[in-house]
């Protein structure tokens, strides 16, 4: 078990900002909440120091040592943009926080004239494909047995969202 102060997270108020590279061991402990197969620090912390990977923490307000509420990462190459990861965390979800993640995301590359992103979700994570759905993401393909989960293993699914119809 992590020992991270959870409690409350649900009554916290929290500020969407631009991930750094300081933040890769916090992305590794919620991403070991939230994920069966986690990344570690490093792997976290080789993504960060990339160029072309960018992402935004949910931090919460007034209060930036406490444990995020969530974080997602991307890289883009070009014009095309991927999500590699996100997570909130369970104590912190159906708040919006995914949302807002994501909307800092789509701000980001629509300043930077990016013309498509991509993301992977599993086919079981049902508030997510609704998310992604509603942000006007498309189902694009599959990958069979992508995920494993406790009961064997699951198809991802991968969507893409058009930027350049909403410049």
Same mark, same amino acid.
């Given at each position: 078990? *992590?020992?991270? $102060?959870?409690?409350?997270?649900?009554?916290? #108020?929290? /500020? *969407?900002?631009?991930? /750094?590279?300081?933040?890769?061991?916090?992305?590794?402990?919620?991403?070991?909440?939230?994920?069966?197969? &986690?990344?570690?620090?490093?792997?976290? &912390? !080789?993504?960060? /120091?990339?160029?072309? %990977?960018?992402?935004? *923490?949910?931090?919460?307000?007034?209060?930036? =040592?406490?444990?995020?509420?969530?974080? *997602? %990462? !991307?890289?883009? @190459?070009?014009?095309?943009?991927?999500?590699?990861?996100?997570? /909130?965390?369970?104590?912190?979800? +159906?708040?919006?926080?995914?949302?807002?993640?994501?909307?800092?995301?789509? +701000? &980001?590359?629509?300043? %930077?004239?990016? #013309?498509?992103?991509?993301?992977? @979700?599993?086919?079981?994570?049902? $508030?997510?494909?609704?998310?992604?759905?509603?942000?006007?993401? =498309?189902?694009?393909? =599959?990958?069979?047995?992508?995920?494993?989960? !406790?009961?064997?293993?699951?198809? !991802?699914?991968?969507?893409?969202?058009?930027? =350049?119809?909403?410049?």
């Amino acid at each position: 078990m *992590i020992g991270f $102060p959870f409690d409350n997270m649900r009554s916290r #108020s929290f /500020v *969407i900002e631009p991930v /750094v590279r300081t933040d890769a061991a916090q992305l590794a402990a919620l991403h070991a909440l939230t994920f069966r197969q &986690h990344w570690s620090d490093d792997e976290f &912390h !080789a993504l960060l /120091v990339e160029d072309n %990977v960018f992402g935004f *923490i949910a931090r919460e307000e007034g209060n930036p =040592k406490a444990m995020a509420g969530g974080f *997602i %990462v !991307a890289r883009l @190459v070009l014009d095309e943009a991927e999500i590699l990861t996100i997570a /909130v965390a369970p104590p912190a979800q +159906r708040r919006g926080l995914g949302h807002a993640l994501m909307d800092a995301t789509l +701000r &980001h590359l629509h300043n %930077v004239r990016a #013309s498509m992103l991509f993301l992977e @979700v599993d086919e079981l994570n049902a $508030p997510a494909l609704a998310l992604y759905r509603r942000l006007g993401f =498309k189902q694009v393909g =599959k990958r069979p047995g992508y995920y494993e989960t !406790a009961a064997g293993r699951s198809t !991802a699914f991968t969507m893409r969202r058009d930027l =350049k119809a909403c410049r």
